[in-house]
């Protein structure tokens, strides 16, 4: 099964966008009403849901038809997955951060969507909370319950990523830059690399770190993401069978995509001074930046212009040792597993509160 993720494929997939969320995108366009997009948008941006009241018809209707989960979803699975992350949430965020992100920003053309939008380079922080309070609802123990978060706030980045999408493929300069080697913006193969710069980049990450996990465990969070793939509006044929599949179409995204490019070193160097701002003084910063070196390796760290490893490898090193230790006894001591799990969500829940401000 990992042989079939093929070029010709993933060549048809570059093309493909999302016709069901593209279609609203549309209709509202199609409306000449400039006020109803304005206020669409600004709902989306500033509000965690999406007050019916205030939305269009068609947003409504697209809302109801979405909002299922798909016909195989493994709710043992499902919950497994938010746990793992209860669980693991502090190294899970550092990895989201200095892993995740940075795979991405690797990836040449989808890259330059970020680069256009301005939002990760100009308005980073508030990109990177978005981003984490999104990691937050999807993960949480009653995410895809009726009045969870986690189907309605994925609905809501879908929305914007059609809205993206239609921007960009009607500005005239995005079309002349693209002319001769044109491909859909958030494409099918982009959207299935996210999920994978999600799911497995993360698990990886982990292991890297000398935390153990089993294969229930790297498979239960991996069907999670599956399932947020699924309403973000990935294709069935894009969906991995298991861990080891997903691996494959991970590799040969990155194979096909990763390029030294002027567009990643700029999404990383914004994510680099976010990271550096955040560190008190400037001897203790090549701590953040060192953690993005191990875990994505040293030649796509070369490739994104991060930072070379200095002194605070060492403190690294130590820190993964804990972390082994500290996995261990959980396994051992069932009681202080279920204590992290609660301390790591207050922990995460407070600190995005910090970070927002209230907002």
Not at 58 to 69: A, G, I, M, N
Not at 73 to 85: E, R, S, T, Y
Not at 101 to 109: E, I
Not at 158 to 187: G, N, S, Y
Request: glycine share 6%; aromatic share 10%; proline share 4%.
């Amino acid at each position: 099964m990992t042989n079939r993720w093929t070029d010709d494929f993933l060549d048809q997939m570059r093309h493909e966008g999302d016709p069901p969320a593209d279609a609203v995108i549309d209709a509202l366009f199609e409306q000449d009403n400039l006020d109803v997009i304005n206020n669409l948008m600004r709902t989306l941006v500033e509000n965690d849901d999406m007050p019916a009241k205030e939305l269009p018809e068609v947003v409504r209707d697209y809302l109801e038809s979405t909002k299922h989960l798909p016909d195989w979803v493994d709710p043992v699975l499902l919950k497994k997955g938010g746990q793992l992350f209860n669980r693991y949430g502090p190294e899970m965020i550092l990895l989201l951060f200095g892993a995740s992100l940075p795979v991405l920003y690797a990836a040449h053309p989808g890259n330059q969507v970020l680069v256009a939008t301005t939002r990760m380079t100009n308005n980073i922080h508030r990109r990177i909370i978005e981003t984490g309070q999104f990691v937050f609802d999807v993960t949480a123990d009653n995410a895809w319950e009726a009045h969870g978060r986690g189907i309605r706030t994925t609905q809501k980045i879908r929305l914007m990523h059609a809205a993206v999408r239609h921007f960009l493929c009607h500005d005239p300069k995005w079309k002349e830059q693209w002319q001769d080697d044109w491909f859909v913006p958030i494409c099918q193969e982009d959207l299935a690399g996210t999920m994978l710069s999600f799911s497995v980049t993360t698990i990886q990450g982990l292991i890297i770190s000398n935390i153990t996990l089993n294969d229930e465990e790297k498979e239960s969070y991996l069907h999670l993401w599956k399932v947020i793939g699924h309403l973000l509006g990935i294709k069935a044929e894009l969906m991995p069978t298991d861990y080891d599949d997903a691996e494959a179409l991970l590799n040969k995204w990155i194979a096909r995509n990763h390029k030294d490019t002027k567009a990643g070193r700029e999404l990383m160097g914004a994510m680099v001074t976010f990271w550096y701002d955040r560190v008190p003084g400037r001897m203790f910063d090549g701590i953040t930046s060192g953690w993005a070196r191990l875990w994505i390796g040293n030649d796509m760290a070369d490739m994104l212009g991060i930072p070379p490893f200095d002194w605070t490898l060492n403190l690294l090193k130590l820190q993964t040792y804990i972390w082994k230790y500290e996995d261990k006894f959980e396994d051992w001591f069932i009681p202080y597993q279920l204590y992290t799990r609660f301390r790591t969500r207050k922990l995460m829940k407070a600190m995005l509160a910090i970070e927002r401000k209230g907002k």
